[in-house]
């Protein structure tokens, strides 16, 4: 079975420090990758996705970047974190196109990661 | 552009009795939808989707979604809410195109009464 592992669970940083947050999926190739952000009492942001290595797409300008440095492995970074960057982060997998049809496929999310930036 | 509306922030009902959450998507076709549940401090979980078919959709943990195009809704419903049933509830759409990304509401709170 598929499983998706996401770390920290928990992270506290100041302002200006840099962030990586780490996302692995198991049982499967080929995923498509999301990161969304959560703010408090706020519903999903989709802040990146990718098809592929080395694909991503970009859905919300700001300080941070993502990278998929392997199939099954999914980065999100920043080099200076912002106070606005606090919130909580997920993770989360669905079927790629070897499967077919596309958006049809439910995505599959993490734990999450709680970041609070001080 | 799609949307989805989930028109109640926070809804209480009591341990025992019928549930009904909204959601109204905005798209030109049959949208692919799902349901998620949040509990705190978690991720978002799978409660049941819809692609095509019978309307009435069966999930897990005994929640069922009915589709109404006429209407442009999926409500989620559960004839008796259990205390554990507290979480927050998102549902979703997805374009039938190749965008791989899923529109997701606002949320609902769920908040249930002993």
């Known amino acids: 079975s598929q499983t998706i592992h996401q770390w920290p669970a928990t992270l506290v940083q100041p302002v200006g420090s840099p962030l990586s947050l780490e996302c692995t999926v198991e049982g499967t190739s080929n995923p498509n990758l999301y990161w969304y952000r959560q703010a408090a009492g706020r519903g999903l942001q989709l802040l990146f996705y990718s098809v592929g290595i080395g694909q991503i797409s970009s859905e919300v300008p700001q300080n941070l970047s993502a990278s998929r440095p392997q199939d099954r492995q999914f980065i999100l970074s920043s080099k200076k974190l912002l106070l606005s960057d606090s919130g909580f982060y997920l993770c989360a997998w669905s079927a790629g196109q070897g499967s077919g049809a596309y958006s049809n496929q439910p995505q599959h999310f993490g734990d999450g990661t709680r970041l609070s930036i001080l | 552009a799609q949307s989805v509306t989930q028109p109640d922030i926070h809804i209480t009902v009591s341990e025992g009795a019928s549930l009904e959450l909204r959601c109204n998507y905005s798209y030109g076709a049959t949208p692919y939808l799902f349901w998620y549940v949040q509990s705190p401090g978690q991720g978002l979980q799978l409660l049941l989707k819809?692609?095509?078919?019978?309307?009435l959709v069966q999930g897990i943990k005994g929640f069922e979604a009915e589709f109404k195009r006429s209407q442009s809704s999926f409500n989620l419903r559960k004839p008796s809410v259990h205390w554990s049933d507290a979480a927050e509830y998102f549902c979703a759409v997805g374009a039938r195109d190749s965008s791989y990304k899923l529109i997701f509401g606002s949320g609902t709170r769920l908040l249930v009464r002993p």
């Open positions: 819809y692609f095509s078919g019978d309307t």
